[in-house]
T-cell receptor, first 110, second 114 residues
Framework: AQRVTQPEKLLSVFKGAPVELKCNYSYSGSPELFWYVQYSRQRLQLLLRHISRESIKGFTADLNKGETSFHLKKPFAQEEDSAMYYCALGTNFGNEKLTFGTGTRLTIIP | DAGVIQSPRHEVTEMGQEVTLRCKPISGHNSLFWYRQTMMRGLELLIYFNNNVPIDDSGMPEDRFSAKMPNASFSTLKIQPSEPRDSAVYFC????????????FGSGTRLTVV
């Protein structure tokens, strides 16, 4: 069965400091990994997906199959990065479901 | 495209009343998902449809919850009778299909049962 673990429920970082949101997954097949962001009282928005290897709003995430991780990183935090971040795991055949982690609430301290 | 559209945005109802939440997926997306978000449990998948057919309803909490998708452009989630513990934000999401695609979420319905 698939599982996504986000070990930190809360994370506070000073403005300008580096950010790393941890995500580990468990899946025996070839995974598809995503990061979603939810700003206060808004919808969840797709931030990035590993397959496209893009950088959105300065965030990047690299899939490490050896460590089964997909950590989200940003070198210099900005106040507008304060939000809830969810890591999600998809499979590539048949099953449409994404398995979401429990989320990490990131607070940027001015 | 206007994205995934949910209505109402807010719903306050009394315990025991029936509640119906509505969702219009993105045109051409063939998968639709209903999620519930609470502080205690985070994001929980309730049910998902593929080509209007319910595929997995194992997350539906109990018989008081039911979901339908009569056509490709409309889905409902009904709670009857509602209870205070059903208070949550209910999100609908749609996907063009396949685990690679990711989801597009609606703005959610904030349900308060008093």
């Amino acid at each position: 069965a698939q599982r996504v673990t986000q070990p930190e429920k809360l994370l506070s970082v000073f403005k300008g400091a580096p950010v790393e949101l941890k995500c580990n997954y468990s899946y025996s097949g070839s995974p598809e990994l995503f990061w979603y962001v939810q700003y206060s009282r808004q919808r969840l928005q797709l931030l990035l997906r590993h397959i496209s290897r893009e950088s959105i709003k300065g965030f990047t995430a690299d899939l490490n199959k050896g460590e089964t991780s997909f950590h989200l990183k940003k070198p210099f935090a900005q106040e507008e990065d304060s939000a809830m971040y969810y890591c999600a795991l998809g499979t590539n055949f048949g099953n449409e479901k994404l398995t979401f982690g429990t989320g990490t609430r990131l607070t940027i301290i001015p | 495209d206007a994205g995934v559209i949910q209505s109402p945005r807010h719903e306050v109802t009394e315990m025991g009343q029936e509640v119906t939440l509505r969702c219009k997926p993105i045109s051409g997306h063939n998968s639709l998902f209903w999620y519930r978000q609470t502080m205690m449990r985070g994001l929980e998948l309730l049910i998902y449809f593929n080509n209007n057919v319910p595929i997995d309803d194992s997350g539906m909490p109990e018989d008081r919850f039911s979901a339908k998708m009569p056509n490709a452009s409309f889905s409902t989630l009904k709670i009857q009778p509602s209870e205070p513990r059903d208070s949550a934000v209910y999100f609908c999401a749609s996907s063009p299909g396949g685990g690679r695609a990711g989801y597009t979420f609606g703005s959610g319905t904030r349900l308060t049962v008093v």
